[in-house]
């Protein structure tokens, strides 16, 4: 029997979530509809009955948290950011995840790298929030690298990291104010700075790259940033961000059906949507 996914947003012409989706599905033989379902906050409640009687929905901004009261039960995922963007239907129970932090997780674990030691992220807004507190949760020794104006959000994502792990390191710079001499195993990009079209911006300068073991840039479009080619560059294991929007949709698959994938073929899946965002902006 075919069952019934949909994507839920406000504006999402340029989502790659549906073949992303696709491919899961038809890797496992499945059979399925997924629909796109736009939405502005107000009109949840006339579209309840649809959205609860689909057996399962991804959930993009501006909806991740107005989607919550649909929820019956919230997974620990959930709980931890008040944010959900996969939901699971199953006998009419509805319960919430957030598959963003997975995707996060296995992305950094697939690259061949992790958290220990002292690790950069730039940025700590939206994504970059749920960055700082896995790599922090994760054992990281956090240097958080923000601009003045979001140094409020640096302060406020300390204090959650500190409530949720009490020996937990972490330290604020202003991005101008990078150490010089510092070693990083992992540097994170959350910032937007790169990303298409202005891709010719870098959010740090050379020598922090050159500081990096590894480099993450939560960037999809380009699929290789002005970030990634220079730490590709220099030898590091580096990865762009459509790793980890493939990644927390096979998390969702798997709480949806329980399916397990092939990592050769999570990576052809990576590849062919790079291609694809490629291929859109020519």
Same mark, same amino acid.
């Given at each position: 029997?075919? /069952? ?8 999402? /012409? ?31 409640? #006339? ?28 997974? /620990? ?6 944010? $959900? ?60 690298? $923000? ?22 390191? $972490? ?10 001499? /510092? ?59 459509? #790793?980890?929007?493939?990644?927390? #949709? ?33």
């Amino acid at each position: 029997m075919s /069952k019934k996914y949909a994507l839920l947003g406000e504006s999402l /012409k340029h989502t790659m979530s549906p073949p992303i989706h696709k491919r899961l599905f038809e890797l496992k033989g499945r059979e399925f509809s997924y629909e796109i379902i736009e939405l502005k906050a107000d009109e949840l409640e #006339a579209n309840r009955d649809r959205l609860l009687s689909l057996t399962g929905m991804n959930i993009t901004i501006p909806h991740k948290t107005g989607i919550i009261p649909y929820c019956d039960r919230l997974d /620990k995922s959930a709980k931890r950011y008040n944010s $959900v963007n996969c939901i699971d239907n199953k006998d009419g129970i509805h319960t919430g995840f957030n598959t963003d932090c997975d995707g996060f997780l296995k992305t950094i674990e697939a690259m061949g790298t992790g958290f220990s030691g002292d690790v950069l992220l730039i940025g700590c807004g939206g994504v970059g929030r749920m960055m700082a507190i896995e790599a922090a949760l994760e054992g990281a020794a956090l240097t958080i690298a $923000v601009l003045q104006s979001d140094m409020g959000l640096a302060l406020q994502v300390t204090k959650e990291i500190k409530a949720m792990k009490a020996d937990a390191q $972490v330290e604020i710079v202003l991005n101008t104010e990078i150490p010089a001499d /510092k070693h990083y195993s992992l540097l994170m990009n959350a910032t937007p700075v790169g990303m298409f079209p202005k891709v010719d911006g870098c959010p740090v300068p050379d020598r922090v790259i050159e500081q990096s073991d590894a480099v993450f840039d939560v960037i999809y479009n380009p699929r290789k940033t002005v970030l990634i080619k220079k730490a590709e560059a220099l030898g590091k294991k580096a990865s762009g961000g459509m #790793a980890m929007l493939v990644y927390q #949709a096979v998390s969702a698959h798997e709480i949806w059906d329980g399916d397990r994938y092939d990592e050769a073929d999570i990576t052809a899946l990576i590849h062919d949507m790079e291609d694809l965002v490629e291929s859109s902006d020519r």
